[in-house]
């Protein structure tokens, strides 16, 4: 006799509901650098958003607004493993290239608040987007150092055979 509650748990990949492992793929990705550093990002985003809607400098927002939803797409893009799926997307490239618009974009912009606007608002919005720079900055050395390991692998593994000279396929011996 089976006593009540006590029902055999399966094991395996099908022990962890779909939610679940949403969750623990995120976590998974979370303890990397390039997790914490896209965690960072998406957090100094939102806070300079905010910022920027208090202060006089609203003209401002659209950037931390838009890199906030472009750091949480390639947050949950790498912790789903998307970018193993979908190879059709240079996904490092695109993450670079983005990581490097995001800083130079908010290092003018935090000069601009910093310099142009007295409100605390703007100020604070300008440290933080100073900070994001940084943060930035670092994410984009990482993501260099992945693409260059991407490049290189590419390289190695699609190495074109030597092509012969037009002189060694003819067989004309006329000189």
Not at 39 to 62: G, H
Not at 152 to 162: H, L, M, N, V
Request: contains cysteine; aromatic residues 14%.
């Amino acid at each position: 006799m089976e006593r009540a509650g006590s029902e055999e748990e399966p094991e395996g990949p099908q022990a962890v509901p779909p939610g679940a492992r949403l969750l623990l793929s995120a976590k998974g990705f979370l303890g990397s650098h390039k997790g914490r550093l896209l965690l960072a990002q998406a957090v100094l985003s939102f806070i300079i958003f905010i910022c920027y809607i208090a202060s006089d400098a609203a003209s401002f927002l659209t950037v931390p607004l838009l890199t906030f939803v472009l750091a949480l797409c390639f947050f949950f893009a790498y912790s789903l493993r998307l970018n193993d799926k979908f190879k059709a997307i240079y996904w490092v490239l695109a993450d670079f290239l983005c990581g490097i618009i995001a800083a130079i974009i908010y290092f003018a912009i935090s000069i601009a608040a910093v310099s142009k606007y007295s409100d605390t608002a703007s100020k604070a919005a300008g440290v933080f987007g100073f900070i994001a720079t940084v943060v930035y900055c670092v994410y984009v050395y990482l993501t260099f150092n992945d693409l260059m390991a991407y490049l290189k692998q590419g390289d190695s593994s699609d190495a074109p055979e030597p092509r012969k000279s037009e002189d060694d396929d003819s067989d004309d011996d006329s000189d």
